[in-house]
T-cell receptor
Framework: RKEVEQDPGPFNVPEGATVAFNCTYS??????FFWYRQDCRKEPKLLMS???SGNEDGRFTAQLNRASQYISLLIRDSKLSDSATYLC??????????????FGKGTHLIIQP | DTEVTQTPKHLVMGMTNKKSLKCEQH?????MYWYKQKAKKPPELMFV???????INESVPSRFSPECPNSSLLNLHLHALQPEDSALYLC???????????FGPGTRLTVL
C-alpha cells in the first residue's frame, strides 16, 4: 500500500469555483500533516498544517480524520493564481522512527478563466 | 522569500565529474534535509542531519556524500553520478518546536 495517496488530477475548474482534494495515508503513527503547494519548477511551499480539529486560512480549509487516515483540502472562490500542484504531506514513514516528510504524488489543479 | 538558499541553481555535469551542492540557512534550525525530486514525482528523502550529525541515510548510493560543516551549512558532494541521477535536489530545514520543513529553491542537476 502506498504511504500517501492522492488523486493526481488534473482538476480543471473555473475561476470562482470551490474545489476539494483528498488524501489518505497508511502510517497510523503519523503525527503531523500538511498541505504544500508546488508551482512548476519551483520548490514546495507550505500552504498549511492540518490539525485534528480542522483549520481554516482564508479561502483554504483543511480537515484531518485520524480514524480514517484521511486528509482533505477545500479551496473556496478559486483564483487563477491557485493553479499549482498540491502535495499532501505526512511526517514520518511507514516503519516509523524517521522525521523526514513523506509526500503524496500531488494533485494538479488548473483554474480556468 | 525563502530563508534557505541553495547554490548553484543549475548544474550540468559529466559522469566522471566531482561537484558539490550547497545549502545555507540562517533560521537557527538544527535539522537539515536533502530531498531528491524527479520530474512529475514527489520529493523523496535522502538524508537527515540533526545537530550537525547524520541521523538518517535513506539507503542513498555512496556516489552522494552529504556533509554538514556547521549549523548553517549543508553540502551534498557528488561523484561518478549516472544520468538517472538528474533531478531537482532540495534542501530543507526544520526548527525544534515544529514538524514544518522549509525548502530552499533547489538545484536542478543534469548528468550527461
Amino acid at each position: 500500500r502506498k504511504e500517501v495517496e492522492q488523486d493526481p488530477g488534473p482538476f480543471n475548474v473555473p475561476e470562482g469555483a470551490t474545489v476539494a482534494f483528498n488524501c489518505t495515508y497508511s502510517n497510523s503513527a503519523s503525527q503531523s500533516f500538511f498541505w504544500y503547494r508546488q508551482d512548476c519548477r519551483k520548490e514546495p511551499k507550505l500552504l498549511m498544517s492540518v490539525y485534528s480539529s480542522g483549520n481554516e486560512d482564508g479561502r483554504f480549509t483543511a480537515q484531518l480524520n485520524r480514524a480514517s487516515q484521511y486528509i482533505s483540502l477545500l479551496i473556496r472562490d478559486s483564483k487563477l493564481s491557485d493553479s499549482a500542484t498540491y502535495l499532501c504531506v505526512v511526517n514520518g514513514r511507514s516503519g516509523g522512527g524517521a522525521d523526514g516528510l513523506t509526500f503524496g504524488k500531488g494533485t494538479h489543479l488548473i483554474i480556468q478563466p | 522569500d525563502t530563508e534557505v538558499t541553495q547554490t548553484p541553481k543549475h548544474l550540468v555535469m559529466g559522469m566522471t565529474n566531482k561537484k558539490s551542492l550547497k545549502c545555507e540557512q540562517h533560521m537557527g534550525h538544527r535539522a537539515m534535509y536533502w530531498y531528491k525530486q524527479k520530474a512529475k514525482k514527489p520529493p523523496e528523502l535522502m538524508f537527515v542531519y540533526s545537530y550537525e550529525k547524520l541521523s538518517i541515510n535513506e539507503s542513498v548510493p555512496s556516489r552522494f556524500s552529504p556533509e554538514c560543516p556547521n549549523s548553517s551549512l549543508l553540502n551534498l558532494h557528488l561523484h561518478a553520478l549516472q544520468p538517472e541521477d538528474s533531478a531537482l535536489y532540495l534542501c530543507a530545514t526544520k526548527g525544534p518546536s515544529t514538524d514544518t520543513q522549509y525548502f530552499g529553491p533547489g538545484t536542478r542537476l543534469t548528468v550527461l
